[in-house]
């Protein structure tokens, strides 16, 4: 391998643990391993409303625990940029149930001075009637984004 053909490889490498960070994260329910893999202006978006890192304590605190499953990222890089987009998929396994919710993340990446980061993270969720959709605000323990500008 060339030189650029081995940081192409180290960038993606690096980001699937930053992915895999994330998953492991919120499976332990650790919220700050959560926020550290994202930008500082990072995003979540579900439930038709988008989350800054602000409302991710009080978010991740409401949401069911268990087991946060994701497959290999479809990431595509752009180098000199420092920037990328990607999909990655979900399989969430509630530990009080087992009942599950699956589906995929679209994400925006940035590298940044800690190394690649989530920029944006969205949720489809895939219906048992067929339909796909970011979700609906029916968990009344849900709580609302502090500033609905952030959508």
Known sequence: MDPAQLADLADV???????ARYAVGMTQ??????????????????????????DFPALVAAAPKGLFLTGTPVLDLDRKR???????????????THDMRIGWYTDTYRRTD??????????TFLRRSGG?????????????????AAG
């Open 13 to 19: 490498i690096e980001l699937q643990q930053v992915l």
């Open 29 to 54: 329910d650790d919220i700050d391993a959560v926020v550290d893999v994202f930008t500082p202006d990072g995003t979540y978006s579900a439930f038709g409303a988008t989350y800054t890192l602000e």
């Open 82 to 96: 420092g920037e990328g987009t990607g999909y990655q998929t979900l399989c969430f396994v509630d530990q009080t």
């Open 114 to 123: 800690a190394g690649w980061r989530l920029r944006t993270r969205a949720m």
């Open 132 to 148: 796909r959709d970011s979700g609906k605000p029916h968990d009344p323990r849900r709580p609302l984004p502090r500033d609905d």
